[in-house]
């Protein structure tokens, strides 16, 4: 089924090299090769690399602890054609398989982040990272697939895909999509219907923040619920009071705060907790599993407890700034330092990162992503006479698993297999990809990282493979390095030094109906049963 070649004659030893300066000094050349590699036939999935083959070289992991959200135990992981072959101890190979060391390190599946947004429009700017600098990143850091965001155009579903197709040609790891339901019409419902049943789209985001472009009303959001229910999609939403957040910042400018503060103080936790509150609560009205995504604040995570509490299919998605930041820097008096942490919802108070932090080692919160959308020191400055013109973002793809490792792990809030878990396998359970994703199995795909838990990483924005000049971790030190990361089959990350290739990344196509929907039927059935309704009555009067 694997169907990435390398390329062409001409092409196939061209290996992008990728390395952070020649990245941050000509970008648009790495690009444009990029766009060579695609237009020369490959990079598309299922529609772009049915040619040239490629020799993917057969590797054996030996002598690591592989972890699985389920199980630990002391195996060998042998790896041919992109696959996971076989996961036992003492596997004896020939002589011409690449044989890699992980004794005393733990061999892991790959990290899945399901949210990103790479070449992303947005605030008047597009993403400093797009699907090969952003994947890059995320690939020396141990994550080997993300899920990012279709947008429509005007509202247009297809016309939103077709435009994310192309921006993904240039992929260098695997990849999904979620779309973003901005308005409603028969056609946008006619098309959700043509995204799940053809394009392999299973999940469908609302914006309850962002009034005037993404924002939908509760009776759009109604609408798109029910849809979602009948295609067995998941709803996400973005949960903050998009009418009260205005209010906020006009009030923030009459004040004079004109500043990155202005950003966090316009849009309190309140604002986030009463959006969460309202969407979980129309989900239970529509009975359909809900998706909340970048939980930021204690209050939201108070309410998704209390949903799931009461049974409600409520998944809670913390980001990894919301894990391991507080907002205390947007205080800064400097304005890039201040500006790079503005993101909505925005990072909180300290407090809430511990709240986040408790709540998905108890399971209230079931996964960790990063919303990785970034956006360069010249692009934040946009905004430097108004925090409302900041363009909303921070980085996370390649940082996201040691911030988990470090905060959670080795802080000893969670298990080694809880990491597997929080970081790769409830996402690709979630989306209904498991166990070709989110596992070390025989027959999952060859998405594999060994972290050594006794080596010490250092986060910088000049070492780091984003191409932003800034890092929210920039300066923070911590346990958990990910030494070698294979995607695909391909070993893209070993000795510091990361090789990939536009182009080798394949779309991952999700179905519908995944876990969170099952017994939503027989929940149904005990509604209409509970209505005692309609009361049979006769027409006589008495
Ligand atoms: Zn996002």
């Known amino acids: 089924m694997d169907s990435t070649p390398s390329g062409s004659s001409a092409t196939r030893s061209a290996r992008v090299f990728l390395l952070p300066m020649f990245l941050l000094l000509i970008p648009s050349l790495v690009l444009s090769d990029a766009v060579q590699f695609c237009d020369a036939g490959y990079g598309y999935g299922d529609f772009a690399c049915q040619n040239s083959p490629v020799s993917l070289p057969r590797i054996l992991l030996r002598g690591g602890t592989v972890v699985n959200a389920h199980h630990m135990e002391m195996a060998d992981v042998y790896i041919q054609d992109g696959i996971i072959v076989a996961v036992k101890p003492n596997i004896v190979v020939d002589d011409d398989v690449t044989v890699i060391d992980a004794t005393g390190k733990f061999v892991m599946p790959g990290g899945i982040d399901p949210h990103a947004h790479l070449a992303m429009d947005f605030m008047g700017t597009q993403t400093i990272d797009d699907f090969f600098s952003g994947q890059a990143a995320a690939l020396a850091g141990g994550t080997t697939m993300h899920m990012d965001f279709v947008l ?114 316009s849009r309190p936790p309140v604002l986030e907790g009463e959006a969460t ?52 820097k947007v205080w800064d008096p400097d304005f890039i330092t201040a500006a790079k942490f503005v993101m909505s919802p925005p990072v909180r108070a300290p407090g809430h990162d511990k709240a986040l932090q408790g709540a998905l080692s108890t399971g209230i919160l079931q996964l960790v992503a990063t919303d990785h959308c970034t956006f ?32 959670m792990v080795e802080s000893g809030k969670i298990s080694v297999t809880d990491f597997v878990r929080v970081t790769s396998t409830e996402c690709a359970k979630i ?33 780091h493979h984003s191409r932003s000049d800034t890092n ?71």
């Open 376 to 407: 360069n020191s010249t692009q934040k400055a946009f905004g430097i006479d108004d925090f409302r013109k900041i363009p909303n973002g921070v980085n996370g793809l390649e940082e996201r698993m040691h911030v988990v490792w470090d905060t």
């Open 152 to 265: 429509p155009i005007n509202g247009n579903l297809s016309a939103g895909f077709e435009a994310y197709k192309e921006k993904a040609k240039i992929s260098c790891m695997d990849y999904g999509f979620h779309m973003a339901v901005t308005k409603w019409d028969d056609e946008v419902s006619h098309d959700m219907e043509v995204m799940v049943k053809e394009n392999g789209i299973n999940s469908f985001k609302f914006f309850l923040a962002y009034k005037g472009s993404f924002m939908v009303s509760d009776e759009l959001f109604l609408e798109g619920l029910k849809k979602c229910k009948s295609l067995g999609a998941l709803a996400m939403v973005h949960a903050e009071n998009g009418d009260a957040i205005v209010e906020g910042q006009k009030r923030m400018i009459e004040l004079g705060i004109t500043g990155p503060e202005g950003h966090p103080l």
């Open 431 to 463: 989306f209904n990809i498991y166990p070709k994703k989110g596992a070390i199995l025989a027959g999952s795909d060859a998405d594999v990282i060994i972290l050594d838990p006794k080596a010490s990483v250092k986060i910088t924005a000049a070492t």
């Open 277 to 328: 509150a309202r969407a979980i609560r129309l989900a239970g009205f529509v009975n359909t599993p809900l998706y909340v995504v970048h939980v930021m604040s204690s209050d939201a995570m108070e309410e998704i407890a209390k949903a799931r509490k009461s049974g409600q299919k409520v998944i809670g998605e913390v980001v990894s700034a919301g894990l391991a930041l507080d907002d205390t």
């Open 472 to 542: 929210v971790y920039d300066g923070r030190t911590g346990k958990g390095k990910i030494l070698v990361t294979i995607a695909g089959g391909r070993i893209v990350w070993q000795n510091g030094e990361l090789k990939v290739t536009p182009g080798t990344g394949k779309y991952i196509k999700m179905q519908p109906f995944g876990y969170a929907f099952e017994g939503i039927d027989r929940k149904d059935a005990e509604y209409l049963k509970s209505l005692g309704a309609p009361v049979k009555r006769s027409r006589a009067l008495s």
